[in-house]
Every structure is written in C-alpha cells, then in structure tokens.
C-alpha cells in the first residue's frame, strides 16, 4: 500500500511540475504577443493588463530577469525579421462550429532592424555612419574633378 501512495505522489508531482512549466511558456508567449502589438500605446495598455491580471507573468518576470530579457530578445528578432500569424476565425452554421484559419505575413519593422543592428553589430553598423572618411573623400573629389574635366573638354570642342 505505502509503495502505491509513493508512486502516486512521484506521478502528481511530476504532473504538477509539467503544468506549471507549461503555464510559464504560456504567460512567456502571452507576454511575447503583447510585446508585438506595433502600436505603441496598445501594446503598453495590453502589457500592463496582462501584468495586472496574470500573477504568473508576475513571479516569472520578477524572479527571472534573464528569462524575460532573452524572451524580449527572441520578439525584437521576430519583429525585425517578420513573421506570419494565423487568424482563427469562429462562426456556427447550422448548429455547427466552424473554425476559419487565414495566415497572414507581418513584414519586418525597420526600426525593430535598425535598433538590433545598432545594439548587435555596433562595430559594422550605425544609424549615422561617420562621414569624416578621408579615403573616400578623396576618391569623391577626383571623380568630380575628372567629370569637370570631361565637361571642360566637351564644351571646348
């Protein structure tokens, strides 16, 4: 008998551990599709609705800092790469549910790219890229003086 009760025990609490660890991928996903709402004052009023009615986005965002930051990560890749969503539509017919799925394709956000290239790849990109390169100057002058000089001659003969 006691050897029944042992196992379970082990079963619901390794049943109790699978949910809870589901729970938190799905307060992590809900969380992440706030965060992609692209308007600005939509997206802050649906993370701050969510923060106030799910306690588990909550803990998880207070006892997971690192967690939070590599999920808000993984959205700002998706949002700079693009991405596509299904909409699920539901309507009853005849006494019938029935289910509408349409894809759609979000386009990557160029601001979303400019501010992983500028935080990621600070060494290869910029926002405003330094002017001031002598050798390029140079090039660009001699170009124009040649052109001046072709002008020059064409109108002489």
């Given amino acids: 008998m006691a050897k029944k009760r042992k196992s379970s025990i082990a079963s619901d609490l390794h049943e109790y551990e699978k949910n809870r660890s589901q729970s938190n991928l799905n307060s992590i996903e809900q969380l992440v599709q706030c965060c992609l709402i692209p308007d600005p004052k939509q997206r802050k009023r649906a993370v701050v609705e969510l923060l106030e009615s799910n306690s588990e986005v909550r803990k998880l965002m207070d006892s997971n800092p690192k967690l939070l930051s590599s999920e808000v990560e993984r959205a700002l890749l998706k949002i700079a790469t693009g991405y596509t969503v299904t909409d ?9 549910v029935l289910m509408e799925y349409k894809e759609r394709h979000i386009p990557p956000n160029q ?5 992983w290239l500028n935080n990621r790849s600070a060494d290869k990109w910029s926002s ?9 100057l140079a090039k660009l002058d001699e170009i124009l003086k040649g052109v001046k000089a072709n002008a020059t001659d064409s109108e002489a003969k």
């Avoid at 699920?88 to 019938?96: A, D, L, M, P, Q």
């Fill in 111 to 115: 601001k979303a790219i400019e501010y």
């Fill in 88 to 96: 699920v539509t539901k309507r009853i017919s005849n006494g019938r």
């Fill in 128 to 136: 405003s890229p330094d002017s001031g390169d002598d050798d390029t």
